[in-house]
């Protein structure tokens, strides 16, 4: 049904993104081949340690693996700053460069250093054969949080239970961290949740009533995956991930090329990380109050409470955030501070990288105001000396990015803006 006169969406901009490199200068690298499908309908996107534990609103790894291949140098160094399910570190890996990502969610950290350690089979193994046997072993049940048990029928908390446990015994840490990774998406694919959506919503009905997962099974299933898949990289690994704010990288790091995909808005209006991480990270030990901690860093959550700051300087910034303020005025308050945080990530990223940054970015709506993120990310990025030197597009029309009010929010088009240092 087409949304009634008063509810549709305001459209600032409708004027085409378009490149202002110099061909002629030393450092300009052709496009990508013209003939490239964006959209990599077909390929595989679960090879390698991919497969091995999903991330919500993760890149697309043959777009990671394209754009690695075609705009970094081999062994040169690839930077993250918001690594998530590590896409960009594992096509790092396998392409032979030298891949760094950081990211202040602990899951996203945990699951990308895992998706890039090589394990060999028979050290994992062995512990793969004790914990099972310990956990069958073992029926107690921790006292688990009732918002943690909510996501969970009952008979799944005491093997989940007897799994972290035996898997805190584990000695070697990265083969812990391993298992944990395991445990983890174990955890999320017996959830009482419906899967494919951006935001958590329990099962109902005769969906609830048919599903009745068998834990172990599920565990087992994981983990011959996962021994199997980091047991098969490259020796050059590990990628060197660490927990961190993007506003916050060391202005002494020195990168050859940024490649990320950040988020699209506010943990409130976008996509639900938080949400989504919050019962895996539980189950690897994070407690909630840790975690309710941790998501005041995230962009946009410190708060919109203190005194009033300045829009960072992007144009079509300012007219999407003067059409909200007369709509919502707590849209107005969070998209302002969200931006703001995201501009103070640009910046650092743009103090710490040689050539080139690359930004995958979708646009939002908020208040029935289409928000043009490639477009606002350009602006920013213009004020850092750096320019878009090749524009892609490609199409994700299952995505949506929810908004509060019902108001849309679907977005079709994902913005892979190419910059280059001036």
């Not at 029935?368 to 878009?388: A, Q, S």
Request: glycine share 6%; aromatic share 8%; hydrophobic share 35%.
């Amino acid at each position: 049904m087409p949304l009634s006169p008063i509810r549709e969406i305001t459209t600032l901009d409708s004027q085409p993104l378009l490149p202002s490199f110099n061909t002629g200068d030393e450092d300009y690298h052709p496009q990508i081949a013209k003939d490239i499908d964006f959209n990599f309908a077909g390929k595989d996107t679960q090879h390698s340690t991919h497969a091995i534990h999903p991330y919500v609103a993760a890149i697309n790894p043959p777009l990671a693996r394209a754009l690695i291949s075609h705009y970094v140098p081999e062994r040169a160094a690839v930077l993250d700053p918001f690594c998530g399910g590590g896409g960009v570190l594992v096509e790092a890996l396998l392409g032979d460069r030298r891949g760094i990502g950081c990211d202040i969610n602990p899951l996203a950290v945990l699951i990308s250093r895992v998706k890039t350690t090589r394990l060999p089979y028979d050290v994992t193994v062995r512990d793969y054969t004790r914990i099972l046997n310990e956990a069958l072993a073992t029926h107690d049940v921790d006292d688990v949080p009732d918002l943690i048990q909510y996501w969970y029928t009952p008979k799944s908390l005491a093997p989940l239970c007897a799994l972290r446990s035996a898997i805190n015994l584990t000695t070697n840490q990265k083969v812990r961290e391993l298992f944990q990774v395991i445990l983890s998406a174990t955890a999320r694919d017996v959830m009482l949740t419906y899967r494919g959506e951006i935001r958590l919503r329990k099962l109902q009905g005769k969906d609830l009533e048919k599903f009745q997962p068998d834990i172990f099974s599920a565990f087992r299933k994981r983990a011959e995956l996962a021994l199997t898949r980091v047991a098969q990289l490259p020796e050059g690994g590990p990628a060197r991930v660490y927990m961190s704010d993007a506003r916050q990288i060391d202005d002494a790091q020195r990168f050859h090329t940024v490649i990320t995909s950040p988020p699209y808005a506010d943990d409130t209006n976008g996509v639900g990380y938080f949400q989504f991480s919050r019962n895996m990270l539980y189950w690897i030990g994070v407690s909630l109050d840790e975690q309710k901690e941790q998501r005041r860093s995230f962009l946009g959550c410190g708060g919109t409470n203190g005194g009033p700051i300045d829009a960072p300087p992007s144009e079509m910034l300012m007219g999407v955030l003067a059409v909200i303020a007369q709509r919502n005025q707590t849209h107005y308050k969070q998209a302002l501070h969200f931006y703001n945080d995201y501009y103070s990530a640009l910046r650092r990223i743009a103090r710490t990288v040689e050539a080139r940054a690359i930004i995958i970015i979708g646009d939002r709506v908020l208040s029935r105001t289409h928000i043009n993120n490639g477009r606002i990310t350009t602006e920013l990025l213009n004020t850092l000396d750096f320019e878009l030197e090749h524009y892609y597009t490609r199409q994700i029309t299952k995505k949506r990015i929810p908004n509060l009010g019902g108001d849309g929010g679907g977005t079709s088009v994902e913005h892979i803006l190419v910059y280059r240092r001036r």
